[in-house]
């Protein structure tokens, strides 16, 4: 998982030609002159995208523009790489983005779970009320119920099913949007050390809101388009033969939806932070994530089973006491209360690690491509030349 693209000269336009700022609040970067001096002869100036065409190459492992690697690593020779934040101002390794996102959570807790906390107990008292009203309930069918009475029953069980899953998506969706726009910017202010409080992260964050929302629901309802898609020609032909061919077509659905949701992954961070439009942030996630989406779907991969470990380490616990003042696992008051109490504490410590995360790989990938490492630093410095 450790491809490293060639990095650019200091202050290079982004790799889709964007402009946008590297860190809200922070100008973007100046243009370069082009009559400046040169690295070598053979060199554009600093800040150029590349020679011009039928020019020289770059040496082997150079990008035009670029000193020799400093990254303040043992074997490497250099300087340690500038730390003003929670992240070194270098490309990343796996663990320094998982250790990014829980340094944040810890160092900033009062503004993060000011964020979480609230958005954690709406929505759990709002799945609490889906689940105690909307429930599927399993139909009960007698021994010698017919193929048509079977079909019926699990028609219904399906329409009952769905009618609970939609609300309880929708306001998954809403709670993880409101969380990720506030986080993504308190995210940002930690890279270079700055706290921000909710109000500020507020007023940042709430003219995208809108855009996030939509984004947010654009990815899975295009999922699901896609499988359904993908499995009806099966599900119309019937039949074993129809069976075969839907499952071999949501097969193909599932490996092509785990490719763009990746491939898209990073637009929530680059529509927040670039201020960019819903269609160009998907583009700009597209740029970045290009040669690199085996390391970005590891890391999104490994960050989701820490979570899913770690939330049901805490859910035990919950599920158990739940059981024992109930008496069973029957949707009453008190043992959907019970797992809400769980879920919120659940909820506002991971809602900051995959909102964490997914900045920080984003910010990776950008000191990877374009040498936003350089610009951060003279941000962190208070200088703009």
């Not at 998982?1 to 700022?21: C, E, H, L, V, Y």
């Not at 340690?80 to 959570?105: Q, S």
């Not at 049901?312 to 008051?333: S, Y």
Request: proline share 10%; no cysteine; hydrophobic share 45%.
């Amino acid at each position: 998982m450790n491809d490293t693209p060639g990095r650019n000269t200091p202050g290079s336009a982004p790799s889709d030609g964007q402009d946008g700022p590297a860190i809200p609040g922070q100008p973007s970067a100046p243009e370069p002159d082009a009559s400046g001096p040169q690295w070598s002869k053979d060199q554009p100036p600093a800040g150029r995208w590349s020679p011009p065409p039928g020019g020289p190459t770059p040496p082997p492992g150079r990008a035009w523009g670029n000193p020799p690697p400093q990254r303040g690593r043992g074997g490497y020779g250099g300087p340690a790489a500038p730390k003003p934040g929670v992240i070194p101002l270098r490309p990343l390794g796996v663990g320094e983005i998982l250790d990014a996102a829980v340094t944040t959570l810890r160092r900033y807790w009062r503004t993060v779970l000011a964020v979480t906390v609230p958005v954690a107990v709406v929505t759990q008292v709002a799945l609490v009320f889906v689940q105690r009203y909307l429930s599927a309930e399993v139909p009960a069918l007698h021994a010698d119920a017919t193929p048509t009475e079977q079909l019926e029953a699990a028609s219904e069980y399906l329409r009952a099913s769905f009618t609970e899953l939609a609300p309880t998506m929708l306001v998954s969706v809403a709670a993880s949007v409101f969380t990720s726009a506030l986080l993504t910017i308190v995210v940002s202010r930690a890279v270079l050390g700055r706290p921000v409080t909710v109000s500020e992260a507020w007023r940042e964050a709430s003219p995208r809101l809108p855009q996030l929302l939509l984004l947010s629901l654009a990815l899975p309802l295009g999922a699901g388009a896609l499988a359904f898609a993908a499995m009806l020609p099966g599900l119309l032909l019937g039949g074993a033969g129809g069976a075969t061919l839907a499952f071999l077509g949501g097969a193909a659905a599932f490996v092509a939806i785990v490719w763009l949701l990746i491939r898209f992954g990073l637009a929530s961070p680059a529509l927040m932070l670039e201020r960019q439009g819903i269609v160009p942030a998907l583009k700009r996630s597209a740029k970045l994530v290009d040669g690199s989406w085996w390391r970005v779907f590891g890391i999104t991969l490994l960050t989701q089973l820490l979570i899913m470990i770690f939330t049901m380490i805490l859910t035990i616990p919950f599920t158990a006491v739940a059981f024992a003042i109930d008496g069973g696992f029957e949707l009453t008051w008190t043992y959907l209360s019970v797992m809400a109490v769980g879920g919120i504490i659940t909820s506002s410590l991971t809602y900051p690690i995959a909102a964490g995360v997914s900045v920080f790989l984003y910010v990776d990938q950008r000191i990877r491509r374009e040498a936003l490492d350089l610009e951060l630093t003279k941000a962190a410095a208070g200088t703009d030349d």
